[in-house]
C-alpha cells in the first residue's frame, strides 16, 4: 500500500462520516476542569499512550514537549510512523491557540509540515497532578460536525510516563465515562507506544523528518 501525504482535502474525506451530531460541550467537559485547568502545568515532555486519530493511523509512538507561548500552548511532536522500510520518526509542529473567554478549550492548528488550514477545536477532558503540581496526564478531544453530521471525532491522551501505572489507565478511563464517552475505550481507542519505540534514540528536532504519513 502506498504512502501519501497529507493533505486538508485527504484529513477531510478520511474522517468524513455519516452519524450523530456532536454531543454539547458542556455534557462532555466537566464544570470543574474549566474552572481549574491550567496550561502553565501542562509543559514539558509527554509520551501519547491512547489515541483515536485517523491522521496517527499509521504510527505506533509518539512523544511531545509542550512550552506555552504568547498565543498558543505549542507541541513539538516526534512520531514514529509509517510501513515496513519507511517506518521512521517524523517530526511536525503544532500549536494548541487560546480561545478567548474558554479554558480548557484550544483550537488545534498544525503549522508545520501539513493540514495547515484545518482547524481542530481541541478540549480538554481531565487531567491530574503529579507530586510537584504538573499534570502528569491529559485526556484531549476532538469533535467536528457539519450540518448537523459529525464528520469526526478523536481522543489523544498523554502521560508523563509511556508506560502509565494502571491507576492511571483507571483514571483516564473514568474520565471518558463520566463524560458519556466510554463507549469508545477498549474498543476505537488504541494504545500507543511500548517498549519498541527506544524514545531514548529519536531524533532531535532538527534531525527528524518534516513529514508526517498516513495510510
Known sequence: MALRFVTAELVLLLTACVGAS???????QKAEVVATYNVSKAQGRFYEVFVKDVVEAPCTCFLKDRRVTSKSLQDRDQLY??????????HATEDNYFVTGQNARFDLVF???LIRKVHFPNIILGF???????YVWLVEYQC????GVQTYMGFNIYHRRWDPP???VLAIQKVLEEAGLGEYWGH?????GGPHCNYTASPSADEATETVLVV
Open 188 to 192: 476505537s481507542i488504541k494504545p500507543m
Open 144 to 147: 467536528m460536525q457539519a450540518l
Open 22 to 28: 456532536c454531543p454539547p460541550l458542556e455534557q462532555v
Open 166 to 168: 494502571e491507576a492511571d
Open 81 to 90: 510512523c509509517g510501513f515496513g522500510e519507511h517506518r521512521a520518526w517524523y
Open 111 to 113: 503549522q508545520s509540515p
Open 128 to 134: 491530574a497532578e503529579d507530586a510537584t503540581g504538573e
